[in-house]
């Protein structure tokens, strides 16, 4: 589902301030900058309180932000509604014990980790990233979680490129997204 064609006003002014930069990290790739979302207060606002007001009543315990741009989207979404924040972050980057999911994303290779015993088993989780693309990093981060138990929701990004087929690898998962961008 998108909120694209929920015809909400708000989803408009956040696609006007999302830039696009051709063959950025590297030839071919139209990068989707939303270094420019943020400058804008109220764009920013308003695509966390369309998240909010998505998930504040689906008793979500757990939001779960991918690193790095989806800690920005995710830790308001779960003060908001009341549920922790977890990071999902790139090897080496948290201390202590934890658990790894290696993935295949639109431009190379990768890994995720996590905290073991930052997810109990039966906690409901939400995946926020900014961006899905081909779908690898949000299917990484869905098997950290379900490895440790945690019931997977929905998937929330800001952008999804469709013409990459990212939501098809998401193993039926819903997919909520603010905008579509070709």
């Known amino acids: ?10 989803v408009s002014g956040i696609k006007s301030k999302i830039r696009v930069v051709p063959d950025f ?4 790739i139209m990068f989707q900058d939303i270094t420019t979302l943020l400058l804008d207060s109220k764009a920013f606002k308003d695509a966390v309180d ?22 920005i989207f995710g830790s308001p979404i779960a003060l908001a509604i009341g549920a922790k924040f977890v990071p999902l972050r790139k090897p080496g980057k948290l201390p202590g014990e934890v658990i790894s999911e290696d993935y295949v994303l ?7 980790q996590m905290h073991v015993g ?20 949000l ?20 952008i999804e490129l469709p013409d990459l087929k990212g939501r098809e690898r998401l193993k039926g998962k819903p997919l909520y997204v603010l905008v579509e961008s070709h």
Do not use: H, W
């Open 1 to 10: 589902m998108s909120a694209d064609k929920d015809e909400d006003p708000r």
């Open 25 to 28: 990290p590297k030839p071919g």
């Open 50 to 71: 369309l998240f909010v007001e998505r998930y504040k009543d689906r008793n979500i315990s757990v939001v779960a932000g991918i690193e790095a741009r989806g800690f």
């Open 106 to 112: 639109e431009y190379g290779k990768d890994c995720l």
């Open 118 to 137: 930052a997810v109990q088993p039966e906690e409901r989780a939400l995946v926020v990233d900014d961006l899905i693309a081909t779908g690898g990093t």
């Open 139 to 158: 299917c990484a981060a869905m098997t950290l979680l379900e490895r440790v138990g945690a019931k997977v929701v929905e998937c929330a990004c800001v």
